[in-house]
């Protein structure tokens, strides 16, 4: 035996304990310890909070960022000299509403993707002890709990405009379709990116009512992210993955993944300054753009495709490039309202 194989072996075991352990305390296998969920939470509400994802906020983080940029980005679209500084800064009232439409809407995607996916689930060492597959909840309960989480969502929607509101609906139809193309499809991660950066699309259409060149170009760039982000989340359960039948980019990519991160997230930058350029921001917003690029760069150098726990650590890093490009708008803003001062 090769030591190698002893020592995945030897981590397969440890693994192994912490899910049996972590089972044992009411909590799923991958969940995080010491999270306010099972702080503050009564015990027979975590395996809702288990289901909204509630434990682990990297998904409506992510699932967040297109929409603040967009919105960031309209704000601040075409500006002038004489701007008022609160003019180019995107509303924190809409921030708020994205805010709370991300929370909701990632909780009720996660909880139909495990009622879609409970047979799976159940084969993968990772999902096993989630609550469907473990019991703790019934279908129909799941069901409820979806339903509150979309009505939750479909209130913040509501406070947007006539454009915005059917453009937001017209969204339901990919994410309905999403938990199903793993099944038929190698590239779910397309799929997912055309449903997680939909925001995109709703910060420019809450702004101006319509669609235009910077916000679609906003989008195309965040799909070819989600698809970079999520391909390494997906090696995690590559192995598992392929014994089931389901289909990722991780499986697909395999060992050219790095080479497929590079034109991913290469084309997201491109588009990303396409979308900077088209909409005039201040050229102070690239600042954000190259150091999100440094990020994504250093991801692709780092990557380990064996390692779960690094793909894993990888994925959760994409919330700094969130921040990043955020940062370096709300930047760009600033710079037009103060240069005149200086």
């Known amino acids: 035996m090769r030591p190698l194989d002893g020592a995945r072996r030897c981590c397969h075991s440890s693994t192994m304990e912490t899910i049996q352990s972590k089972a044992a305390q009411g909590r799923v296998a991958d969940a995080p310890s010491g999270h306010w969920v ?12 288990q289901l909204a994802r509630w434990d682990r906020p990297i998904g409506w983080q992510l699932l967040l960022w297109p929409c603040w940029w967009s919105a ?17 800064l995107p509303s924190p009232w809409f921030l708020f509403l994205f805010f709370v ?10 909880t139909y993707n495990d009622i879609v996916d409970q047979d799976i689930d159940n084969k993968v060492e990772r999902t096993r002890s989630r609550p469907l597959p473990a019991g703790k909840v019934t279908r129909r309960q799941a069901w409820i709990f979806l339903v509150i989480q979309a009505l939750l969502g479909l209130v913040v929607l509501l406070q947007f405009n006539d454009f915005a509101i059917p453009l937001g609906i017209v969204s339901l139809v990919i994410v309905a379709v999403y938990p199903f193309m793993k099944r038929f499809t190698n590239w779910p991660q397309l799929v997912l990116g055309l449903a997680f950066s939909w925001g995109a699309l709703m910060g420019w259409a809450v702004e101006f009512g319509d ?5 679609i170009m906003l989008y195309i760039g ?14 995690q359960d590559k192995e598992d993955d392929a014994i089931v039948g389901v289909r990722s980019t991780a499986r697909l990519f395999g060992d050219n993944t790095k080479t497929w991160l590079v034109g991913l997230y290469g084309g997201t930058l491109v588009c990303f300054a396409i979308a900077f350029a088209s909409a005039q921001v201040p050229v102070v917003a690239l600042a954000g753009l190259i150091a999100a690029g440094a990020h994504m760069a250093r991801q ?6 064996d390692d779960p726990d690094q793909c894993l650590r990888l994925f959760k890093s994409n919330n700094q490039v969130g921040w990043l490009i955020f940062i370096g708008l709300i930047g760009g803003a600033l710079w037009v309202a103060l240069k005149p001062l200086v």
């Not at 669609?211 to 916000?215: K, N, R, T, V, W």
């Open 38 to 49: 099972y702080k503050i939470l009564p015990r027979w509400l975590w395996p809702y909070a």
């Open 300 to 305: 692709i150098a780092v990557l380990d495709i």
């Open 101 to 110: 439409g991300a929370v909701a809407m990632r909780g009720a995607g996660c």
């Open 222 to 235: 965040s799909i070819l992210w989600v698809i970079g982000y999520d391909t390494i989340y997906a090696h």
């Open 211 to 215: 669609l235009d060149g910077p916000g």
């Open 72 to 88: 960031a980005l309209a704000a601040s679209a075409y500006p002038r000299a004489s701007d008022p500084l609160l003019t180019l």
